[in-house]
């Protein structure tokens, strides 16, 4: 197995599913099955989910709210998405620490590194909300933070896509997929993997980031096992 620790990072965008807004129970379901599956192989999984299928905060500031509550009302939705995941996972058996940038009593206590790796070392699935705490952060910077934290493997940033492409795959027929790049590369390719702030973090503190079809039933498990690729994002 590649990876003994990872910190997923997952699309709020992506559990809404089918819908237009909000959770759809079957794509939430089917997530923490593939992610039950990955920790019965003795993965240590931290999470992080973002809150885009409830509130974005740039949304808010483009209809003209203030950047700054707009960014906090969207810490408090990737909250929402985290309790989802942790009660879904609790059902299927698992054992999980909900942590947050954002103390929200008593639901998350918060976010600790060395209470985060203990968790992680009892064989809990750590779910990490509330971003990184602050506005003007991005839950792709709040993955990277949290990954760097809990000194994970890698980051697994899990997708409707298969990977990094020379273009949109889903808009050009000819877009060609690459299995890895070095982080100069994906920069000087302007590809857009994740924004400047978390990218750069990765590249600095040598976090390697793994671009993958979360969509797909099994591929998280089939990537721990070498079967899936994904694309490979690192200091080459």
């Known amino acids: 197995m590649k990876y003994n ?31 039950a599956a990955a920790a019965s192989m003795g993965v240590q999984i931290a999470i992080v989910i973002g809150g885009g299928n409830i509130f974005r905060g740039l949304q808010g500031t483009a209809k003209g709210m203030d950047r700054v509550q707009g960014d906090y009302m969207g810490m408090l939705a990737t909250l929402i998405n985290s309790m ?15 942590l947050g940038g954002l103390e929200v009593k008593p639901i998350a206590a918060p976010m600790s590194r060395r209470d985060a790796i203990a968790g992680l ?3 809990e699935i ?19 933070l949290r990954g760097i934290e809990i000194k994970a493997d890698a980051m697994l940033k899990g997708t409707r896509v298969d990977g990094v492409y020379t273009a949109d795959p889903e808009k050009d027929p000819k877009a060609v ?3 890895q790049l ?49 694309t490979l994002v690192a200091n080459l």
């Open 177 to 179: 997929k690459y299995d």
């Open 5 to 35: 620790r990872i910190l997923l990072k997952l699309s709020g965008e992506s559990l809404m599913g089918d819908q237009q807004y909000g959770i759809d129970p079957n794509r939430l379901t089917d997530y923490a099955a593939d992610i």
């Open 121 to 123: 070392e009892r064989g």
């Open 84 to 98: 989802a995941l942790q009660a879904e996972l609790e059902k299927q058996g698992m054992k999980t620490l909900l």
């Open 182 to 230: 070095s982080f100069d590369e994906a920069y000087e390719k302007n590809l857009k993997i994740m924004d400047l702030t978390s990218f750069t973090l990765c590249r600095e503190n040598n976090l390697p980031i793994v671009v993958f079809d979360m969509n797909t039933k099994g591929n998280l498990v089939k990537l721990l096992n070498g079967e899936v690729t994904g």
């Open 126 to 144: 750590v779910i990490i909300s509330g971003g990184t705490g602050n506005p003007y952060f991005t839950t792709d910077t709040a993955s990277a």
